[in-house]
């Protein structure tokens, strides 16, 4: 199980960029830019910008957009607010 999940963390010559935790990171955090958003609406906008518009190769579920977000949540490139937004924390402004 933990061999499992870490294969697909970064990418490897099995697994492509895009369908890795670490590539759907950055797909995520371009979505999010400097704004912030629920986890809902962040979805919406990234099926909009990348899905909708078959931008990646392999389309990633719901259930894995979750697991991105825990795993940039756990290396602190996201975080939430009160509120339940997520807020990209490579661009520090004032909410």
Do not use: H, R
């Amino acid at each position: 199980m933990i061999l499992e999940v870490l294969t697909i963390i970064l990418p490897n010559k099995y697994v492509t960029l895009s369908e890795s935790y670490f590539g759907s990171s950055a797909l995520v955090l371009d979505t999010l830019a400097n704004k912030k958003m629920t986890v809902d609406k962040l979805w919406s906008a990234f099926e909009k910008k990348y899905i909708a518009k078959k931008k990646i190769d392999v389309t990633p579920t719901y259930q894995k957009f979750i697991y991105t977000l825990e795993f940039m949540y756990l290396c602190n490139m996201i975080s939430y607010n009160n509120k339940g937004e997520v807020l990209n924390e490579n661009i520090k402004i004032d909410y």
